[in-house]
């Protein structure tokens, strides 16, 4: 199998990658074919599939730059997963929030699913698996999710991972203030004296029946 492996399907266009390579020589890889190819994505949707690699919150982020350098803006980029290898995409609306929706999903079962952007007061986000979102999530607006959910910025609004009661799902970003923060049943609150300067990584999860938060050590 090549580093990277392409397939077109009627949503927009996958790109496979074999994890038996090392992540450097598949970002090499992905950045060739995009100086080669990059004209093709233009009205399209790219799918990153991951599969069942964990990968480092950085490395979500390094993946994500590249195609966004090489790719133009209106180019929607996806995480999915492997559960689902069907041929095609399926369109949904799994669920409808109760605020104003942003976008449409589409996605494989068990996928995760990426937002580019700020999410804005009145805005709602809601995903029955992963979430990463590419963009601050304001205060007043609400970030919904399944699975785990990661923010490529800060996270000041309501968030609530593990919907579905899934206790190991985890809520990631680079500054997580949130107004409220849910994972499963449990739901906690930042301290009021928290400080506002400080701007580090941090996750929250599920220890002891209580949501703890630590810092993430890159």
């Known amino acids: 199998m090549e580093t990277i492996n ?6 927009g266009v996958i790109i496979d990658f074999d994890w038996e390579h090392n992540f450097e020589a598949i970002k ?16 399209t949707d790219l799918y990153f599939k991951v599969g069942t ?9 390094e993946l994500f730059e590249i195609a966004e ?24 609306k799994e669920s409808q929030p109760k ?10 079962k068990g996928d995760t699913v990426l937002v580019k952007g700020t999410i804005r007061s009145g ?34 609004g309501l968030v609530h991972a593990g919907a579905g009661g899934k206790k190991d799902a985890q809520v990631a970003a680079l500054r997580l203030t949130p107004t409220q923060i849910r994972i499963a049943n449990k739901i906690s609150r930042p301290p009021e004296d ?12 599920i220890k002891e029946e209580r949501i703890i938060v630590e810092e993430i050590d890159f």
């Not at 995903?127 to 919904?144: F, S, T």
């Open 69 to 92: 350098n090489y790719l133009s803006s209106e180019t929607g980029i996806y995480l999915v997963g492997q559960e689902d290898n069907k041929e095609r995409l399926n369109s949904s």
């Open 6 to 11: 392409t397939k077109m399907t009627a949503k």
């Open 123 to 156: 805005q709602a986000v809601e995903h029955p698996h992963n979430l990463v979102i590419m963009g601050d999530v304001n205060p007043g607006a609400e970030v919904k999710a399944g699975g785990d959910i990661i923010v490529f910025g800060r996270l000041m």
């Open 28 to 43: 090499n890889s992905l950045k060739d074919h995009f100086e080669e190819a990059g004209s093709f994505y233009e009205g």
């Open 53 to 61: 690699k964990e990968l480092e919150l950085n490395n979500f982020k």
């Open 99 to 108: 605020r104003e929706p942003i976008i449409e999903e589409v996605s494989f």
């Open 194 to 205: 928290s400080n506002d300067q400080i701007f580090s990584p941090e996750k929250a999860f």
